[in-house]
DNA sequence: ACCCATATTGAATGATTATTCAATACAAAA
DNA sequence: TTTTGTATTGAATAATCATTCAATATGGGT
């Protein structure tokens, strides 16, 4: 009799990072941060939730400390992808990416509020855990320039010179992490809907003849 | 001999609010916090820095969770009375209410980056701590008022019709929330300073003719 | 000087939890 | 079938911590 059978291993899956497990695990760190919070969160109940005994959680990713890095790392990588797409995309002009950017900050697979209430736990942390600041900041920085570039392209097509590329990417980039902030308080209120017609509605003001900043 | 000597009770502070033990307490709780996080807060610590015994800090709070609430109340009525005195004040037009509030909002008591490392920590928990939720929301929602009606005095005395009164208020409010969560990860970069001016040039863009949103 | 109420201590307790590891199950190879 | 290497388990361990509480100190009243 066998109640909790043994899983069936795929050696096509050597690589840690491709196994069905690992990202099982990692599922279920996210889950289990954004119902619990980090303090809260013990292996036993990720194990449980992804249906893997304790000790094979801490097998599989050495130790809780590393087994938050690598759910972190997994939120942090989704994002970039989604940001690259958007850059790497030539068929769009300024305006055009402006728009995918926003609407990308706001969609249910970037912004679900669980993704956000496990940003918010590591942010939280940031300042005392070099290993988060590490895995956040580089990208960070990156997005800042990226952005700040874009509305350098924008400004440049349109007359607007009042406010500097930098004074636009910066006020975009923290209206977004108060907006993600204010969806955990009160998910009604700050709709992805309202979130993003905001933000929008910044830019129309700004670019006043631009309609697809509706 | 007496190695720690007991405190000197003081019978003219009975409440428990006002002793001087109970504002130690809470100090440290907001310096441990900061510099540890929630997670890893301990009585122990917390009992240390503010020297006394760790048996006394459970005993005067009744619980660890007591203590951090009590901590949150303590940032939280310290905001409201600032904000406050900024809306009672009968000598400031709404240009200069509007000032205040950011000056306030970037000044260093409020903003240190201990007390933000700390209401960051309590936001991420907000999704599943009620009593979290319940000490910041109702307050919110009045600060969220207040603004969006002093805005409308200021739409009123300028020609300024294409942003609402909601819309500037809720997009001041998120990057305030956004701006103090950078001060986090980058305080360098998001001075006090930095920060002012960024908002400022968001306000002075709407209302061009304003000579104190400098 | 003594008593009493209150303030404060610090060590003991019990609960929780990350981590370890010997035992077991499994799949593929021989 | 038997062997072998890998995957996975689950129970034991050891550390950490919140909480309790009996013991002690203090200062004012008598």
Redesign the pocket.
């Known amino acids: 009799m ?8 795929n ?1 096509q899956l ?1 690589e840690q990072e491709f ?1 069905i ?1 690992h990202q099982k695990l990692i599922d279920a760190t996210i889950e289990t941060i954004a119902k619990k919070g980090l303090a ?6 990720v ?1 449980k939730k992804a ?10 990713f ?6 938050l890095l690598s759910s972190l790392k997994f939120l942090s990588d989704e994002y970039k992808n989604s940001w690259q797409r958007i850059f790497e995309d030539n068929n769009l002009d300024p305006v055009g990416r402006v728009v995918k950017i926003i609407e990308n900050d706001f969609s249910s697979k970037i912004a679900s509020r669980n993704k956000i209430a496990v940003w918010v736990s590591f942010y939280s942390e940031v300042k005392f855990r070099p290993s988060y600041l590490t895995i956040c900041q580089k990208q960070d920085e990156i997005y800042s320039s990226q952005m700040e570039k874009l509305i350098k392209e924008l400004n440049f097509l349109t007359d607007q010179t009042f406010l500097t590329p930098r004074e636009i990417s910066e006020t975009y980039l923290s209206m977004v992490d108060g907006l993600w902030q204010r969806i955990l308080f009160d998910p009604k209120m700050y709709s992805h809907v309202f979130c993003k017609g905001l933000i929008k509605k910044y830019f129309k003001n700004i670019y006043t003849d631009e309609k697809r900043f509706v």
């Open positions: 066998n109640i909790n059978p043994k899983k069936i291993s050696p050597k196994s497990n809260d969160t013990t292996i036993a109940q194990a249906m893997v005994s304790q000790g094979y959680a801490n097998f599989r050495k130790s809780k400390e590393n087994l």
